[in-house]
């Protein structure tokens, strides 16, 4: 298992999403089209450029993929500052995916650029690529069709690759198959169908399910493991037997749901999903469970917004660390960017708050101990009286809010107003999540939202005598002075 940090590289084609923000007042008097008056253009990294950024939160990164030599190429570097590069040639100009929005919903998407074919595989080229592979604990295979994965030379490195750590294939329909011996293949349904029915002699039906598919692709790709994800169904995983001696004998397949997302823009959660795989099996971990902290991975990003809301939320490259700051109302994933963008490990934990006493005091403490930044899930009024009953919270939240940030160990509050922190702990995805030790990891459902995208959970000590409800009922026994407590 890698300590700290693992190294991981992601080959595969990259894109430029951009993004045309604007607004829709009239229809155009030469057609019956709406008019699109533009108020921003925003540009970020897509397909293997933003799986290597979600790899780059928790892994080195290193991205073997072509570059254009143009503007959008050049955009795509300056986008890409904090992945160490190794580019590629590639043919035509940069691929782009413009997407047109009003109120923030897509009117038109605009594909353009292309074919994206690497070229220039000179040996000097090809012993870059082999070099940045060298040092790396897991690989990461981001196909979008480009042609990547279907140049023999670079093949021939992944396969050698495969044998040696774990390689993760995240395939596309124009893509070239799995090289043999690769850890995971992760296909959609979709994705999962049309590549069984091209194996040799073999017609998959859909009445087979995503299961017994998966398990005919593992054997058929010759790999260890296959995932079929299936959306709000979670995936179904397939992997060789423990005791069989062939191996391309019927193999184990699971379902692991998923938790349920509610969110309008699935864009990246593949991305999201592979990244989360590959940090995984990178750390050591089985590929069933690589794949359930997944597939909580991706709902969480579905929630959270899904690709857009990413963007939107990660500061602009070139800003000097430490000087983010919020332009407008803060949502919990821009606060997360914000404190990452200053540097160091961002800390979270939640609670009610509702009467502080030296029971939190010291637990927040302890908390803002374990990194540089600490953020506090305050529940609010309504949240409070759900959990607590009539009568709760006696301290009103505007209130609370301002003593807690007036703690010298309180970076940023967030107002929660759900009972169950898991959706706002996976927008905020904090490096560690820290509850009071009266809490135990079965009894938090967020605990695998923070598993998810390799985050760690901490109990700490509950200071014995110290609680809100307790103190309440010593005021409604009208012991107006209580009892004097033990020295800590």
Known sequence: MTAGRPRVAVVGDVLLDRDLDGSVTRVAPDAPVPVVDVTGLR???????LAALLCAQR????LVAPVADDAAGQELRRQLAGVHVVPLGHEGATRRKTRVRSAGQSLVRVDDGGPGT???????????VRDALAGCDAVLVSDYGGGVTREPLLRELLAREAARVPLVWDPHPRGGEPVPGAALVTPNAAEAEQAARRLPDRRAGREEGAGAVADTLRRGWDVHAVSVTAGDQGAFVATARDDADDPGAAGVVRHLPGPPAQGADPCGAGDRFAATVVDRLARGDHATTAVGEAVVAASAWVASGGADAFHRA??????PPGEVAP???????????RLRAAGGVVVATSGCFDLLHAGHVTMLDAA???GEHLVVLVNSDRSVRRLKGAGRPVVPLADRVRVLEALASVDATVVLDDDEPSAAVGALRPDVWVKGGDYTWPELPEAAVVRSYGG?????PYLTGRS???LFSQVRASRTVPDPLPST
């Open 327 to 337: 332009t407008g109302p803060e949502s919990v994933a821009d606060v997360g960017a």
């Open 314 to 319: 990660t500061p602009e490259p070139g800003v």
């Open 456 to 460: 760690r959970v901490v109990t700490l």
């Open 368 to 370: 803002r101990h374990l």
């Open 468 to 470: 809100t409800t307790g």
């Open 118 to 128: 690497p070229s220039g595989l000179t040996p000097e080229a090809l012993g870059r």
């Open 59 to 62: 892994a080195d990164v290193v």
């Open 43 to 49: 540009q970020s990294p897509g397909g293997a450029g």
